[in-house]
């Protein structure tokens, strides 16, 4: 199998127990996921992505680190830039920072920031990452690599801010055939902006397994509902045995991609067990 499949931290999800974030953590190290990944929101019950992972730095040593994706034009630019290097640091060189702007515009309020214009200020800090990740300083390591810098979104400014700043494409989610899609125009991009090979390509899902599978669609419906009457469709998609694990991870290998991301819908300890023996 080419495709590596990461997990998601149960961070993501309001009411998660800190004890259980961190655990989830070292013991994801040991099964065999390729990464483990936050997501960030402001203005909802989930905790800090940058907390989160340097916090998960420190109980594992083998399992990349991934913001999938992190709302970049909610944070000064310089900040970011530190932050993300100092977890970079803190795991080894592990850091896969995907960024976006975000589909909600409550966690621009919640900010006090204006949403308006938030792809042109993604394009600007993309510019200086990139510059400060080229130029490491403290806090990072001489020689240390730089963190993997990924970059989402659907519309061709976004694709085309990805082919010029980034080093990989990561898809919102969705059957493969939609990733397939979205797979296609990136590489496109990254053609048309002269890069040479091809971009990185990630994609994320849900899981929720057994008696969990209602509650995990329940988040799901919650956590979408601000798309209408389809989070009712992304909540159908939720992952809730190990057959749909590997039919959809066989699906996005066939599509192209590199790394899924499987994000649990539960909070639960048993769910990544079940994860990790669907996988094997």
């Known amino acids: 199998m080419s495709i590596r499949v990461g997990v998601g931290s149960p961070a993501g999800i309001p009411g998660s127990d800190p004890e259980l974030v961190l655990d989830w953590a070292g013991r994801a190290d040991a099964t065999p996921c390729s990464s483990l990944g936050v997501i960030d929101r402001l203005a909802y019950g989930?905790?800090?992505p940058f907390a989160v992972l340097a916090a998960a730095a420190a109980v594992t040593s083998r399992i990349r680190l991934a913001t999938c994706i992190l709302i970049a034009p909610l944070r000064d630019t310089q900040l970011l830039?530190?932050?993300a290097a100092t977890v970079d640091a803190l795991s080894g060189g592990r850091l896969t920072l995907g960024v976006a702007v975000g589909a909600r515009t409550d966690d621009y309020h919640a900010a006090g920031l204006d949403p308006r214009g938030r792809g042109r200020r993604l394009s600007e800090q993309l510019g200086v990452l990139r510059d400060a990740?080229?130029?490491p300083g403290d806090p990072a390591p001489p020689g240390r690599g730089r963190?993997?810098?990924l970059v989402g979104g659907q519309s061709g400014a976004a694709l085309a801010r990805m082919a010029r700043y980034g080093d990989g494409y990561v898809h919102g989610g969705?059957?493969?055939r939609a990733f397939a899609g979205a797979a296609e125009r990136a590489r496109a991009a990254w053609?048309?902006?002269g890069r040479p090979g091809t971009p990185r390509l990630w994609g994320m899902a849900y899981f929720a397994f057994g008696d969990a599978a209602e509650a995990g669609r329940d988040y799901v419906r919650?956590?979408?509902a601000f798309t209408g009457v389809f989070a009712e469709r992304i909540a159908e998609g939720v992952l809730t045995h190990a057959r749909a694990v590997t039919e959809l991870v066989r699906g996005y290998e066939d599509a192209g991609c590199?790394?899924?991301l499987l994000f649990p819908a539960v909070a639960r300890p048993d769910q990544l067990d079940r994860l990790a023996d669907a996988l094997r």
């Open 222 to 224: 919650d956590y979408y």
């Open 191 to 193: 053609a048309d902006a």
């Open 81 to 83: 830039a530190r932050q």
């Open 174 to 176: 969705g059957p493969p």
């Open 147 to 149: 963190p993997e810098l």
């Open 258 to 260: 590199d790394e899924l």
């Open 133 to 135: 990740f080229d130029q």
């Open 46 to 48: 989930n905790q800090d």
